[in-house]
């Protein structure tokens, strides 16, 4: 989608001038013991003026950003001095895009107005340049100094509570589905007496099953690592439809409880290129199982691959067509167009596909073509990325 600008009033508003800033930056200084407290508060607190610009931060949000002196973020707005991928992308910066319109830092000012002031709200930002993804809880109050066109802006990281909230909901949930069905599937098979071709119908399924659950544990291992840096490229030689048969067979198995086809595309490039083979197919996996979560019963999710100049784009399309709210935050870490909780394919596809192959993953969503995501990739990776 594009960053046209939000719809919001309030967050058209002009910036201030720098003199503005430093003028009332320094009038909120005398309280000095005020700020002193928030120095040392352990969280994140910043001190907004009418037009959500920065004029105060504490030591613990320099501390995070890296920066030596308040100058640095002063007159910047949450999202840009945060460097939210939306915020750099847009010309008014922090809150002026439409997808400021789900985001709970743009949103959380409003509050100051209303009964409700003490609600947090919820913050996922996506750094451009690092594309670290991080999550915070939001709450603001008004600034104790009388002056009403000022508040304090309170951001806790959140990020850890909520990837081991998405662990315990996410993985555990689908391994034990999984595990279930190994269970039931092996007691028939150790109690109940079968014919020949019926037992080889149940081991091949009980086969799949157990490729499915190694498959969970090794895309769950590799987005730990891929987060924390550990994940190691390991190019080698690849060939495109010898790729997408493998997605594709994955899911035409008859043991993922689906009633939508896979297909690959009749005009799907052939063709050998140098990748990650096992980062490469994690990504089509992924793209795949949001396509085909998505298709309607008897649908059809379509793989293809194509020549994009001097790369190769790589392509999944499913028949439905996404709501605006949902492709607003695609590719966010704790985002699931599955539902609250409930996965996080989208964004290991971002991750994966633009920090380790070096690539670019892209989507398109409407009632009339349905829903594609791409990802363009490299024809050859020379080195491993940290």
């Not at 409700?116 to 600034?143: L, Y």
């Not at 670019?360 to 990776?381: K, L, M």
Request: include cysteine.
């Amino acid at each position: 989608m594009n960053d046209h600008l939000c719809p919001s009033e309030a967050s058209q508003q002009l910036r201030c001038s720098r003199a503005k800033i430093e003028s009332q930056s320094k009038a909120i200084s005398s309280n000095r013991q005020l700020l002193d407290v928030l120095d040392a508060f352990p969280g994140f607190v910043l001190v907004l003026n009418h037009t959500r610009q920065i004029v105060f931060a504490n030591q613990s949000f320099l501390g995070f950003l890296g920066a030596t002196s308040l100058s640095e973020v002063l007159g910047k707005k949450p999202g840009d001095a945060l460097a939210c991928e939306h915020a750099v992308h847009s010309v008014l910066g922090c809150g002026t895009t439409v997808f400021c319109s789900t985001c709970g830092a743009a949103k959380a000012t409003p509050l100051l107005h209303q009964p409700e002031n003490g609600d947090a709200q919820e913050c996922r930002i996506r750094q451009e340049g690092s594309g670290k993804s991080f999550d915070f809880r939001v709450q603001t109050a008004p600034f104790p100094g009388g002056d009403e066109s000022l508040h304090l802006f309170f951001l806790t990281d959140i990020s850890h509570e909520k990837r081991r909230r998405a662990l315990e909901r996410i993985f555990f949930h689908d391994v034990a589905n999984i595990a279930t069905g190994m269970v039931g599937m092996s007691r028939t098979l150790c109690e109940k007496e079968l014919d020949a071709e019926k037992e080889k119908q149940f081991k091949t399924v009980l086969h799949r099953y157990t490729h499915r659950l190694a498959d969970e544990v090794e895309a769950q291992s590799a987005l730990a690592a891929a987060e924390n840096n550990d994940l190691h490229v390991q190019a080698a030689p690849c060939e495109s439809l010898a790729l997408l048969d493998e997605v594709a067979a994955f899911y035409n198995n008859g043991g993922n409880n689906q009633t939508c086809r896979v297909e690959i595309a009749a005009d799907a490039v052939a063709t050998a290129f140098f990748t990650d083979p096992r980062l490469l197919h994690r990504i089509l996996i992924n793209m795949t199982k949001n396509g085909v979560e998505a298709s309607p019963p008897e649908g059809v999710v379509r793989l293809g691959c194509e020549q994009a100049e001097n790369d190769l784009e790589f392509w999944v399309h499913n028949q439905s067509c996404m709501p605006e709210k949902v492709q607003l935050q695609i590719f966010q870490r704790s985002f699931s167009t599955k539902g609250a909780g409930r996965g996080l394919g989208t964004y290991s596809i971002k991750l994966l596909g633009e920090r380790y192959l070096k690539g670019r993953v892209s989507f398109t969503s409407s009632s009339e073509q349905g829903t594609t995501f791409r990802f363009r990739c490299p024809r050859n990776i020379e080195t491993p990325l940290p």
